[in-house]
């Protein structure tokens, strides 16, 4: 597929995995919108090396995509959406903002593709989140590594997880009227550069590495006991996913992006040590939240359809996004 030209709206592209996406398709030669309304992203994460990677005045929508009127005005002659705007945040907002996500989150997925729909867009990519599969499933240590069936019949954990799974389902029935191509991945854990990492909303891989950089005048204290695991997803490789999804993914269901083991969170606490270089104290606090017990992907769906497979491994990845954060944290603080 020739990227060069192709009109493309990213959703949630001023944030983690958005951003990314954008720098690698304004690298191909794409015309980019983006549209995010900063909940969680930054318009800094739309640079590169100091410069804004698009044009910031007339290919940025700062949009509310739960507003009907802002989906249209964003799908307006757009030949492709990759949808990434939602609510998404670490476990203690999660779990303590339940009614929040999923309302916000159903009205975004609901406008943003009833609004493509009917500008005839020709292809539209959901993102969906392992955190969709049921709670059961989910809650032993060393479970079978998941297929993209194991989702049903659906119990996941949290409301974030129904919402993701109601995006989906929207996309199947969507994709059923015959009007336009839609294509699924469904997401494990996705880390790297861009992310998030203020206490409120950061998830678990940016935070400890937020409390590595800042020891001692933070602790390094991690949440629950450190044993539950999940499978990893550096940014890079989700980033391929996505382009390998609409040259060769739409209409197949959802597929499942990430490796077909877990890390403990305790491993990755030692990683964010070692990537800061000095001897810090782990400290494990039972009393907090630690989510689902373990999971990973079987990506046997992702190597067949997309010849997609992880390249990145934790350490690495862990490695890269340390340096990553470090420069951030300097750049905010040298700025305040
Ligand atoms: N990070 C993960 O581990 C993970 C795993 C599975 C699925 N996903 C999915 O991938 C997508 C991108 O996630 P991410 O990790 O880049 O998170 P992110 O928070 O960095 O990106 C989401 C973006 O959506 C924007 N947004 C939120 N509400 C909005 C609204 N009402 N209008 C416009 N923009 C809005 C946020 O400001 C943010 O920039 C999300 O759909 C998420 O559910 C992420």
New binding site residues.
């Given amino acids: 597929m020739d990227w060069n030209g192709a009109k493309v709206l990213v ?2 592209g ?5 951003a990314n996406l954008v720098e690698r398709l304004v690298g191909m030669g794409a015309q980019i919108t983006v ?7 930054k318009k800094s994460n739309l640079l590169k090396d100091g410069k804004p990677m698009i044009n910031m005045e007339t290919q940025f929508l700062e ?4 507003e009907r009127a802002a989906c249209d005005m964003a799908c307006a002659g757009q030949d492709i959406v990759i949808h ?5 945040a670490g476990i203690n907002f999660v779990f303590g903002n339940q009614y929040f996500l999923f309302n ?1 989150n159903a009205l ?1 997925d609901n406008n943003m593709i009833q609004a493509a729909l009917d500008a005839g867009v020709e292809k539209y990519v959901f ?4 955190c969709s599969y049921p709670a059961d499933k989910q809650a032993v240590l060393n479970p079978p590594p998941f297929k993209e069936e194991d989702v049903y019949p659906a119990l996941p954990e949290s409301a974030y997880g129904w919402s ?1 799974l109601m995006g989906e389902y929207l996309c199947e029935l969507a994709a059923q009227s015959g009007k336009m191509e839609t294509g699924v991945l469904r ?5 790297g550069p861009r992310c ?1 990492m203020s206490p409120e909303k950061s ?1 678990v891989i940016p935070a400890l590495i937020r409390k590595a950089i800042r020891h001692p005048k933070e602790d390094f204290v991690v949440w629950g006991s450190g044993v539950q695991r999940r499978a990893f997803v550096y940014v890079d490789d989700a980033v391929e996913g996505l382009i390998r999804v609409v040259e060769r993914g739409m209409g197949k269901g959802a597929i499942q992006i990430g490796p077909d083991f877990s890390t403990s969170i305790r491993e990755v606490a030692e990683q964010a040590v070692a990537a800061s270089g000095r001897e810090i104290e782990i400290v494990f606090d039972p009393t907090k939240p630690e989510g689902d017990m373990d999971r990973a992907a079987d990506w046997t769906k992702a190597r067949e359809i997309l010849g997609w497979e992880p390249t990145v491994g934790v350490a690495e990845g862990i490695k890269r996004t340390y340096a990553w954060c470090e420069a951030e944290l300097h750049r905010l603080d040298n700025q305040t």
């Fill in positions: 959703t949630g001023a944030g983690q995995i958005g549209a995010d309304n900063l909940w969680r992203g949009l509310d995509l739960a990434l705007a939602d609510v998404v916000k975004i993102v969906g989140s392992a993701k997401f494990h854990n996705v880390y998030e998830q």
